[in-house]
């Protein structure tokens, strides 16, 4: 099992640029979960997914940032432009089942200049 | 989901036991407690939950009042591999998704 994998690891970008993150959840799991973390706000979950249909975008800051998962092992989050406030660590976790525990990835630290 | 109430810091020496509060004062039947925790730079981690009765694994013990308003995380010989910030988190078991709302946690400072 190799555990939740996101890419890249750190991403640095400047100001207008697309900038998309990368998660492999791990194979089994219905759930796909996004988080950002900054020190100001904490953790936020943003969007999950099951079974690859997206459920609650609520927390989604705004039009800039769009999620996808095309298939049960892939999902993707993009932010069309990037601005400097967007800077933060980012998270991906999946579950088995919906009262399963959250496995995380290492996260993508995320640097708009 | 109930919110919960944790104290921001907490100082513990080198195998002894660390005693984690968490406040949860609003929690209704259906509602279970998770705790997590964050190591620096990584991601989350899974540590244990419960919905009333007290509960043990290889990592933790959770121990609920029994009004349920209160929980207790215990690392019962804290090493300094367990500094992290600790997180207390309420969901309720008719959340079909599951999502967790994380609060600002405990940060656990393991001195030798």
């Known amino acids: 099992d190799a555990g939740v994998i996101q890419s890249p690891r750190h991403e640095v970008t400047e100001m207008g640029q697309e900038v998309t993150l990368r998660c492999k959840p791990i194979?089994?799991?219905?759930?796909l979960f996004w988080y950002r973390q900054t020190m100001m706000r904490g953790l936020e979950l943003l969007i999950y997914?099951?079974?690859?249909?997206?459920?609650?975008d609520s927390g989604m800051p705004e039009d800039r940032f769009s999620a996808k998962m095309p298939n049960a092992s892939f999902s993707t989050l993009k932010i069309q432009p990037s601005e400097p406030r967007d800077s933060a660590v980012y998270f991906c976790?999946?579950?088995?089942?919906?009262?399963?525990?959250?496995?995380f990835g290492n996260g993508t630290r995320l640097t708009v200049t | 989901d109930a919110k919960t109430t944790q104290p921001p810091s907490m100082d513990c020496a080198e195998g002894r036991a660390a005693n984690l509060p968490c406040n949860h004062s609003?929690?209704?039947?259906?509602?279970?407690v998770y705790w997590y925790r964050q190591i620096h730079s990584q991601g989350p981690q899974y540590i244990i939950h419960?919905?009333?009765n007290n509960e043990t694994n290889e990592m933790a013990s959770l121990i609920i009042t029994e009004d349920r308003k209160s929980s207790t995380l215990i690392l019962p010989h804290a090493t300094l591999r367990d500094t992290a910030v600790y997180y207390c988190?309420?969901?309720?078991?008719?959340?079909?998704?599951?999502?967790?709302?994380f609060g600002q946690g405990t940060e656990l400072s393991v001195k030798p």
């Open positions: 976790a999946s579950r088995h089942r919906f009262d399963s525990p959250l496995h």
């Open positions: 194979s089994g799991h219905d759930y």
């Open positions: 997914f099951n079974n690859n249909v997206p459920i609650d």
């Open positions: 609003t929690i209704s039947g259906n509602e279970y």
């Open positions: 419960g919905l009333k």
């Open positions: 988190i309420v969901r309720s078991r008719d959340n079909q998704g599951g999502k967790l709302i």
